[in-house]
């Protein structure tokens, strides 16, 4: 088992920016694709980023590339999201994931653990 908490959620400005984190707990956090995705309302859960567990390939969507960035830290088992140039259409609830071994594979059915979640809201 392993068990995900986000962090770092909140409310922010039109080009701002957050930071969540993503601390993890249970197996061996390094054997796993770690993953952010996120969900607004009344729409499926998509892909935003993932990273390889040895943190040296990440992917990223399409809408989020150039603005936000993934990263992770082994020892402290924990996965970042950094988040610039916020958008109003950036609101959502940010979960990340743990699952399969490749970083290009982004589909929500495919991750193995989730965590709650942590909300976003970008006003205009």
């Known amino acids: 088992q392993v068990q995900l908490v986000e962090s770092g959620g909140g409310l922010v400005q039109t080009g701002g920016s957050l930071r969540l984190s993503c601390a993890a707990s249970?197996?061996?956090?390094?054997?796993?694709?770690m993953g952010w995705f996120r969900q607004a309302p009344g729409k499926e859960r998509e892909f935003v980023a993932t990273?390889?567990?040895?943190?040296?390939?990440?992917y990223y969507a399409a809408t989020v590339k150039d603005r936000f960035t993934i990263s992770k830290d082994n020892a402290k088992n924990t996965v970042y999201l950094e988040m610039n140039s916020l958008k109003p259409e950036d609101t959502a609830v940010y979960y990340c994931?743990?699952?399969?071994?490749?970083?290009?594979?982004?589909?929500?059915?495919?991750?193995?653990?989730w965590g709650q979640g942590t909300q976003v809201t970008v006003s205009s």
């Open positions: 249970g197996r061996t956090f390094s054997n796993y694709v």
């Open positions: 994931g743990a699952g399969p071994s490749s970083v290009r594979v982004i589909a929500p059915s495919r991750y193995d653990y």
């Open positions: 990273i390889s567990w040895s943190g040296n390939i990440k």
